[in-house]
């Protein structure tokens, strides 16, 4: 695929990265290729959320190496709502796409989601068999259910990291979750306000390096705590196209 085959011509390209020292260097020399690949005007911005180890050293060092990619660092860690408004808002792209800094996804599968870029606002790509334990893909699949509930929405797989989104809709999204409550808040949001969805199967791939923070204790009661209380917020108050 080439840039004529789609409505992307550019491209914002971020990861949130929280303790990924492993995973980091490999992520973004794969999107590097990708990108390459794809012929797109793009842009790297790597959002080293208050990480503990050598996350943060490694992104500044791969940013004077390449004039395409930036690193932002939050001090301390603001949680992963925090990295991913970090990510928008320093978006410069007519497009941005965002994936997890974990590689769980593949980057070639970008590929995929561009070609929706010409009927949708939004393209998600969710999960085909993924690569969690069981635990895990059950409070997954119960939180999706409760928060499209709560919220009025519909969309497979409301967490999967894997998505394209028309840079300009988050001018008018007041994005207000900080933990794990961000993409249902964006999906609701956007959906209220008008913006449309599209959607495309993805492969997961099991984590091969660090350590998940997703299914910590604090971060589930975070995103609990968030949802009663933007509940009202969304659904009342819809933001303008």
Same mark, same amino acid.
């Given at each position: 695929?080439?840039?004529?085959?789609?409505?992307?011509?550019?491209?914002?390209?971020?990861?949130?990265?929280?303790?990924?020292?492993?995973?980091?260097?490999?992520?973004?020399?794969?999107?590097?290729?990708?990108?390459?690949?794809?012929?797109?005007?793009?842009?790297?911005?790597?959002?080293?959320?208050?990480?503990?180890?050598?996350?943060?050293?490694?992104?500044?060092?791969?940013?004077?190496?390449?004039?395409?990619?930036?690193?932002?660092?939050?001090?301390?860690?603001?949680?992963?709502?925090?990295?991913? &408004?970090? /990510?928008? !808002? @320093?978006?410069?792209?007519?497009?941005?796409?965002? %994936?997890?800094?974990?590689?769980?996804?593949? =980057?070639?599968?970008?590929?995929?989601?561009?070609?929706?870029?010409?009927?949708?606002?939004?393209?998600?790509?969710?999960?085909?068999?993924?690569?969690?334990?069981?635990?895990?893909?059950?409070?997954?699949?119960?939180?999706?259910?409760?928060?499209?509930?709560?919220?009025?929405?519909?969309?497979?797989?409301?967490?999967?990291?894997?998505?394209?989104?028309?840079?300009?809709?988050?001018?008018?999204?007041?994005?207000?979750?900080?933990?794990?409550?961000?993409?249902?808040?964006?999906?609701?949001?956007?959906?209220?306000?008008?913006?449309?969805?599209? &959607?495309? /199967?993805? !492969? @997961?791939?099991?984590?091969?390096?660090?350590?998940? %923070?997703?299914?910590?204790?604090?971060?589930? =009661?975070?995103?609990?705590?968030?949802?009663?209380?933007?509940?009202?917020?969304?659904?009342?108050?819809?933001?303008?196209?």
């Amino acid at each position: 695929m080439s840039v004529v085959d789609t409505v992307v011509k550019e491209l914002t390209v971020f990861f949130p990265f929280y303790n990924e020292q492993e995973n980091i260097e490999r992520l973004v020399k794969q999107a590097v290729e990708v990108l390459r690949r794809l012929s797109l005007d793009y842009e790297i911005i790597l959002v080293n959320d208050g990480s503990r180890d050598r996350t943060g050293i490694i992104a500044d060092r791969l940013a004077r190496q390449n004039p395409r990619i930036k690193a932002v660092h939050h001090h301390p860690n603001r949680g992963y709502g925090a990295a991913l &408004q970090s /990510g928008f !808002r @320093h978006a410069a792209k007519e497009w941005v796409f965002y %994936t997890d800094g974990d590689g769980q996804f593949d =980057l070639n599968q970008l590929e995929l989601l561009l070609p929706l870029a010409g009927k949708y606002d939004i393209v998600n790509g969710y999960r085909l068999h993924r690569q969690d334990g069981l635990l895990r893909k059950i409070n997954a699949a119960g939180w999706g259910w409760l928060v499209k509930k709560l919220l009025h929405f519909e969309a497979r797989d409301v967490d999967s990291a894997f998505k394209l989104y028309r840079r300009k809709i988050f001018d008018h999204l007041p994005l207000k979750s900080t933990g794990a409550l961000i993409d249902a808040e964006i999906l609701a949001r956007a959906k209220h306000a008008g913006y449309s969805l599209g &959607q495309i /199967g993805v !492969r @997961h791939l099991p984590r091969t390096a660090g350590a998940q %923070t997703g299914s910590n204790i604090k971060v589930i =009661l975070r995103a609990f705590r968030e949802l009663i209380k933007l509940r009202r917020d969304i659904l009342v108050h819809p933001p303008p196209r």
